[in-house]
């Protein structure tokens, strides 16, 4: 490791890193939030399911590189333009998600929904507070591949030449040097480490019943 | 916009020569193919021990999900670079490339071989035990045959993984696909890049769609919706009432168990 060439170039890193975290986070959160109501209707409406699950599966099925470039000929937007990173990343984050989403809200034991019903909620209200809670922990797991995905996915977008980590790839390319390389795959796995302790966490904090379950037992 | 990439891909001198489509794609799929062989020569027979026996579960699991995050752009760069330095220069990037495509191949087809072969209902292990088979013959008779569904969704992860990732080693001048994108960008030349990454996604839809028909037909037809198949060849069908009722009648079977 060149060291020298790390500390000349920190802001830059620093920016890249920056970059990096947004244009893999937003598309992770953006992503969940569409998925939520999307999911909820193809588990609700049973015959919503398969063209969901069909329609995912073949978003998931393009390959990310492909998908950056043909975005901005759809979108009408500059071939360079992040949003085109993000879109496609919220696309892939949609379609892992809405699966998840679906399969995770109709595993919700039918005893617990019942009680709900029972209590005089609303479809909507349970949703909210019944059943999405409950979906939590197999949400979160789907999340945190989405996320750590979408972090190694941002890398390949260096290749059009939108700024972010994986230009650390393309100038170790260049320059025939190792030391961008290492630093480049070094900080997108601390990303997703990040990224994937905040989701646990997050699961952690929001299923404190979970904790209490496991306490008495 | 999207007329200039269908003038692009319907002009018949794009498709001939050394770097024309049919070539390309042929370059791609072959790439494809080696990576998918070399990962499943590795990842079968590791996932299928891990399954059965039921060790090193963890460490598999912690693997793939490491590897996930390793961005593919970075690995195949540091690799090229290597190899340009240690391996003959005419087989280097290639080399370097397709070892790449392969490590980042396994991780999929690892963990759902060993998820498939260790989701086996062990009614059906203790059976084929029972039936005096030995742990190589249960793993191969019984355990991996129940698998093949989820042998062929790793399968297909891997060949998608794979195609992506060679369209990436364009970049490292690699052949295949992935040249239109990065020489159109270098030319700023959009409907070559567009027309280029339209044919990457076909490629991957169409090889996941062939993976998910030839999967279907190669699980056992009881395993698959085959129904009619499946009441041909299984005449003892009414042997699984539980399996058949919960499908049509949940409650009925909840009842029962209470």
């Not at chain 1, 059943?131 to 989405?146: D, T, W």
């Not at chain 1, 390949?156 to 030449?161: C, D, E, Q, S, Y």
């Not at chain 1, 972010?164 to 796995?189: H, K, N, R």
């Not at chain 2, 790449?100 to 989701?119: D, E, F, R």
Request: net charge positive; charged share 10%; hydrophobic share 55%.
């Amino acid at each position: 490791m060149n060291w020298d060439w790390l500390a000349r170039n920190a802001s830059e890193i620093t920016s890249w890193t920056l970059a990096h975290v947004l244009l893999s986070g937003v598309p992770t959160v953006v992503g969940l939030i569409l998925s939520i109501p999307l999911g909820a209707l193809a588990s609700r409406y049973r015959w919503a399911y398969p063209p969901t699950v069909t329609i995912a599966g073949l978003l998931y099925t393009i390959p990310s590189i492909a998908l950056f470039v043909l975005l901005p000929g759809i979108l009408g937007t500059g071939i360079l333009d992040p949003i085109n990173v993000i879109v496609a990343l919220t696309l892939y984050t949609v379609a892992l998600m809405v699966r998840t989403v679906a399969d995770a809200l109709t595993a919700v034991p039918p005893d617990v929904r019942q009680a709900a019903v029972a209590m005089g909620y609303r479809p909507l209200r349970r949703l909210i507070t019944v059943e999405l809670p409950v979906a939590i922990p197999v949400i979160g797991a789907g999340l945190r591949v989405a996320a750590v995905s979408n972090v190694s996915l941002v890398a390949v977008a260096a290749l059009i030449g939108v700024p972010q980590l994986g230009q650390l790839f393309t100038q170790g390319q260049q320059l025939d040097f190792y030391t961008p390389i290492v630093a480049g795959i070094v900080l997108c796995a601390a990303i997703a480490v990040v990224f994937d302790a905040i989701i646990l966490s997050t699961v952690k904090l929001a299923t404190p019943w979970r904790r209490l379950g496991r306490a008495a037992a | 916009m999207i007329g200039d990439i269908w003038a692009w891909l319907t002009t018949s001198a794009h498709w001939t020569g050394a770097d024309g489509i049919w070539q390309r794609t042929l370059e791609h799929v072959e790439y494809t193919l080696i990576a998918v062989a070399v990962a499943a020569v590795i990842a079968l027979p590791i996932g299928a021990l891990i399954g059965h026996t039921g060790r090193g579960t963890g460490l598999v699991a912690g693997t793939a999900n490491a590897l996930r995050a390793l961005p593919s752009l970075g690995l195949l760069v540091m690799l090229a670079l290597w190899a340009l330095g240690h391996l003959p220069v005419g087989i280097a990037l290639q080399t370097a490339s397709i070892a790449v495509l392969a490590l980042l191949a396994i991780p999929p087809m690892l963990t759902s071989t060993y998820a498939g072969v260790a989701a086996v209902d062990p009614a059906a292990r203790d059976a084929a035990e029972g039936m005096g088979m030995s742990g190589g013959q249960v793993l191969l008779r019984v355990e991996l045959p129940i698998a093949v569904p989820l042998l062929f969704s790793g399968l297909r992860s891997a060949y998608l993984q794979a195609v992506a990732t060679a369209t990436i080693a364009a970049f490292v001048s690699l052949g295949g696909l992935g040249r239109y994108v990065i020489d159109g960008l270098a030319q700023h030349d959009y409907p070559k890049m567009a027309g280029g990454a339209l044919l990457v996604a076909v490629l991957a839809v169409v090889g996941d769609r062939i993976l998910a028909v030839v999967g279907h037909f190669a699980a056992s037809a009881g395993l698959t919706s085959r129904r009619r198949l499946w009441a041909k060849t299984a005449p003892y069908r009414s042997s699984y009432p539980a399996a058949s009722l919960s499908e049509t009648q949940p409650e009925v079977v909840n009842a029962a168990r209470q």
